[in-house]
């Protein structure tokens, strides 16, 4: 069994996020319970499960929007201090939510520097720089890009994506979150995701690509971590187990002889 | 990231008509021109009628027009706030009592309180009764903030509270007595004869609004040139730069074209030790103070709305309130200073409305908060959040008035008055939803 699992690439470095016992509950359900993940320097890894499996709920705690009820968070091996998304963006760690979380009333340039706008030299907004570096931006990212005086409530599909996610590269994100990215998306806009995912990569950012979908993730993660019921069932190289063997630990919460299993897996 | 072509390459084919064309090159928002028509339309409107049921047009002179730009001040202020709250996708109910309450308290300081330590008349009476009824106002903004902030108690219900509460201590605060008069200095912020600039300070005024225009426009202009953004064409910088001066020349005039009565003119006279001449004397009123000061906050709020990062988090609150949460807005606090400014801005209306009584009583802006979200909503701002604009505000705070006072001028009864009131609120709301569904 134990030569089934190839050599660990990242042994000896130190992982960018370490996430260790974590737990939130809300109410009496147990939303994330003890569960821990890792994330290293230019991998991505697939945090698998099924709607409700807590995986969004644990990610969100990594972003700052949940506090979380115990557990220790790692950033580069020292311990972080995530109590609000604010934080997070001190470390690094950017976010792309399933919902995409814009505010629809304003335009590309606003939303990509929410939070962080650009001031002149008398503290006012300076919208005519934040529409500059918006037009460089997005003209990476998606060069027919032209509306950048609409609200991002007229935009399509499509285009709030790319909006989303040139808010999290653009400021030098080492850990990216996408979580559902293109659960929106058409079939060549979900391959032109998959290619920014791959360019990220090579930049040595570390990336935790959320999915309920296998399909979506197996190809671009060279790890997966699966969770059940607030719990990690298991976490494994794409290279030494099958996509079958993945649906078993989602579903069944089987851990296959290619992964490691954690406390969620099912003992038989 | 397909459909972008397809997009971009439909706009051309896309045939406009010379309005359209015209609406774009000058970027022009046309629900502005919509309320501004509005707002002729009735003042024209109620002029005809009078001329022709009363057979004196009453509204369209400098006296009325005059008259109507010192009601509208105390509204126009606390619209400029309401914008933000209803931005943000909150209520405030409370600010007529709040408006009351500030108004005794500070009525109390200046002519109970302040005399007796300052002596009767002294210059600095009305500075430190403005700034502690609008540090008062703040607070209590303030509390108001906090309780929907961070005990997440909703903005409708503790703003109803308030508005029974403050009312309530309104009374309290002088067992229902009327202060009067109001310190000498003070009573100039609400207006009246003494009230103004007169009229070589309102053609100062006047100019330095013309010079504001011009050098908006130039530094918009060299902005986009800057950044190599497209560029409104000339002519249409010069026709906006002429219609804004024109605008403003125009209401120099009109205020400037009201004279003192004769009885003024003769008390002015015998004070400054100087004869009136025979036939009479025209010193004109100029702009009232409370217009100024209405100017003054409609600019500054402005500015706060568009240029600062305030701003900008007040509208993205609107937008998407767990969104500006997740980029890291402190979206709590911002409630809180959303809601102490609106109390600011009420107690600079009620320095208005009580310098312009010369008292404080307790029944002060009552009705007030139905005016004020009324203007605010009538200008644009929308309650699903997000949307609305200062000036838009103003604009409704000066529809909401000329309509008030134009049904007094032509006779029209209390009871007419409170319909036609409510029924165009109504109305104007619902035109609003058909302008926005169509341009959306």
New interface residues.
């Given amino acids: 069994m134990e030569q089934a699992i190839s050599p660990d690439p990242n042994a000896g470095k130190t992982p960018l996020i370490d996430m260790q016992d974590i737990s939130i509950a809300f109410g009496g359900i147990k939303a994330v319970d003890h569960a821990s993940c890792n994330l290293y320097p230019g991998e991505v890894v697939g945090l698998l499960g099924h709607n409700g499996a807590g995986k969004s709920t644990l990610i969100k705690i990594l972003s700052g929007a949940y506090p979380r009820d115990s557990g220790t968070i790692y950033v580069d091996g020292a311990e972080a201090t995530i109590t609000n998304p604010r934080h997070a963006k001190d470390y690094g760690i950017e976010t792309i939510y399933q919902t995409l979380a814009l505010a629809d009333n304003v335009d590309a340039a606003a939303n990509l520097y929410l939070g962080r706008e650009l001031l002149t030299r008398w503290g006012t907004l300076d919208d005519a720089a934040m529409e500059a570096e918006t037009r460089k931006v997005m003209g990476r990212l998606n060069p027919n890009f032209q509306r950048f005086k609409d609200p991002v409530k007229q935009l399509s599909g499509g285009q709030r994506q790319s909006v989303a996610i040139a808010r999290a590269i653009h400021f030098n994100a080492r850990i990216l979150i996408m979580d559902e990215p293109t659960a929106a998306l058409g079939p060549a806009e979900t391959e032109q995701v998959g290619e920014l995912i791959k360019q990220l990569k090579k930049d040595g950012i570390g990336i935790f690509l959320i999915s309920h979908d296998i399909h979506d993730v197996f190809d671009l993660a060279d790890r997966v971590t699966v969770m059940k019921n607030g719990k990690i069932v298991g976490d494994a190289r794409t290279s030494d187990v099958t996509k079958d063997e993945v649906l078993g630990m989602i579903i069944l919460g089987k851990c296959p002889p290619g992964a490691t299993p954690g406390p969620g897996a099912s003992t038989e | 990231?397909?459909?972008?072509?397809q997009?971009?390459a439909a706009e051309p084919a896309y045939k406009e008509s010379a309005l359209v064309k015209f609406l774009r090159a000058t970027e022009v928002d046309t629900r502005m021109l919509g309320m501004v028509g509005a707002l002729l339309l009735i003042w024209v409107g109620f002029h005809v009628y009078g001329q022709i049921f009363n057979g004196f047009g009453a509204f369209l002179t400098s006296r009325n027009l005059w008259n109507l730009s010192v009601q509208t001040s105390s509204i126009a202020v606390m619209a400029t706030g309401m914008v933000l709250v209803i931005v943000t996708r909150h209520i405030d109910l409370s600010v007529g009592s709040l408006l009351g309450v500030t108004a005794m308290m500070m009525g109390v300081l200046q002519v109970w309180v302040l005399p007796q330590y300052l002596g009767l008349g002294h210059p600095m009476i009305w500075v430190i009764t403005v700034i502690a009824g609008i540090a008062f106002g703040a607070m209590i903004g303030a509390f108001h903030g906090y309780l929907i902030a961070y005990l997440g108690i909703p903005a409708f219900i503790v703003t109803l509270g308030g508005l029974l509460v403050w009312r309530g201590s309104a009374y309290l605060v002088a067992r229902g007595e009327t202060i009067a008069p109001v310190d000498n200095t003070f009573k100039l912020i609400g207006g009246g004869p003494y009230g103004t600039v007169g009229s070589t300070g309102t053609f100062i005024v006047g100019f330095l609004l013309c010079v504001g225009i011009v050098a908006l426009l130039v530094m918009g202009r060299r902005?986009?040139i800057?950044?190599?953004?497209p560029l409104r064409p000339m002519w249409a910088e010069y026709l906006i730069g002429a219609v804004g001066s024109a605008v403003v020349v125009g209401v120099v005039l009109v205020m400037n074209s009201y004279p003192w009565p004769a009885g003024i003119v003769r008390r002015y006279a015998a004070e400054n030790n100087f004869e009136v001449p025979e036939g009479g004397m025209f010193i004109s009123h100029g702009f009232a103070i409370p217009v100024l000061v209405a100017l003054a906050v409609g600019v500054v709020m402005t500015?706060i709305a568009?240029?600062?990062?305030f701003?900008?988090y007040v509208?993205?609150?609107?937008?998407?309130p767990?969104?500006?949460?997740?980029?890291?807005?402190n979206t709590k606090k911002m409630t809180m200073l959303i809601f102490a400014l609106m109390g600011a801005l009420t107690a600079i209306s009620a320095v208005i409305a009580s310098a312009r009584l010369n008292s404080a009583t307790n029944a002060l802006g009552q009705l007030d908060e139905l005016y004020v979200i009324a203007a605010a909503v009538i200008g644009g701002t929308s309650f699903a959040?997000?949307?609305g604009t200062i000036y838009g505000a103003i604009l409704g705070a000066l529809v909401m008035q000329s309509l008030q006072s134009g049904m007094v001028l032509v006779g029209f009864d209390a009871a007419i008055q409170q319909m036609v009131v409510g029924g165009v609120l109504v109305v104007a709301v619902w035109l609003d939803s058909l302008y926005r569904r169509k341009s959306?």
Avoid: H, K, P, V
């Avoid at chain 2, 990231?1 to 072509?5: G, L």
């Avoid at chain 2, 767990?322 to 807005?329: F, R, S």
């Fill in positions: 990231m397909s459909e972008d072509i997009e971009s902005q986009r800057r950044f190599g953004f500015f568009t240029r600062t990062r701003g900008r509208f993205a609150i609107g937008g998407n767990e969104a500006a949460e997740l980029a890291g807005i959040g997000g949307i959306a």
